[in-house]
């Protein structure tokens, strides 16, 4: 069949069911990691929302990225693995097509000013991976061009489907399963960017320790009552 031709429409149930076939036949040979979506959000959690309304945000693919949201939602990224500045998948279209995602790692420059920006706002480990810190510091991350998420030029896509566009519905599936992904493994954003999330906590620490220490030769009208040898253990 020429490409150009238009194929038969395939009703969701039978793709839902041919994702799920194929996943059956592979699982016997190859450990997979589906992507799977219950509900009508594709991401909740803010490390996974925020990855796929920085997809959304830029003209670049606001026109293509679309295309991979009944894909995603059906069940048809079959397999999806994330490792340091690589993403494969393979997504069940008309027949198994295999993608490769490329993500450029932050650069140093600005790694360097979010860090200083962020200073001593982050608590702990805890609170960075479940987005739960001050809004300023989301729009800091957020923050276009010069945050934590990869802009258009940084991500470097390859589908060995027919389609002749760079970003067919095989790659948008796929980059909104990272979202997905990071709903459930927050980590691997930092893996994905190389970003050294252990120096926003250290920073955070020594900021926050820095404050103590200044703060020690000064007098406090606050004052221990009671048995305070008893309270140390003296």
């Not at 693919?61 to 995603?72: A, D, K, L, P």
């Not at 059906?74 to 393979?90: C, E, F, T, W």
């Amino acid at each position: 069949m020429n490409w150009f031709e238009f194929k038969p429409y395939v009703p969701v149930a039978q793709r839902r069911a041919e994702a799920r076939k194929k996943i059956a036949a592979l699982g016997k040979t190859t450990k997979l990691s589906p992507v799977e979506i219950s509900g009508k959000k594709i991401a909740r959690t803010w490390w996974g929302a925020s990855w796929c309304a920085n997809l959304e945000r830029y003209a670049d693919f606001e026109n293509r990225i679309g295309r991979g949201r009944s894909y995603v939602r059906n069940g048809q990224v079959i397999d999806l693995s994330i490792s340091d500045g690589k993403v494969a998948s393979m997504v069940m279209g008309s027949e198994l097509y295999h993608v490769q995602i490329g993500i450029d790692g932050l650069s140093k420059k600005t790694w360097r000013t979010v860090a200083e920006q962020v200073g001593r706002r982050i608590g702990s480990l805890a609170e960075l991976v479940e987005g739960k810190f001050p809004e300023e510091l989301g729009e800091i991350f957020m923050r276009q061009g010069e945050g934590l998420f990869p802009s258009p030029r940084e991500i470097h896509m390859q589908c060995d489907c027919p389609d002749y566009a760079v970003m067919c519905k095989h790659v948008a599936a796929t980059l909104y399963g990272i979202g997905a992904r990071l709903d459930t493994e927050p980590l691997l954003f930092f893996k994905l960017r190389g970003i050294p999330f252990e120096e926003l906590l250290k920073k955070s620490v020594d900021e926050k320790m820095k404050k103590l220490l200044k703060n020690a030769h000064k007098k406090t009208n606050r004052v221990l009552k009671g048995d305070v040898a008893g309270i140390f253990g003296l």
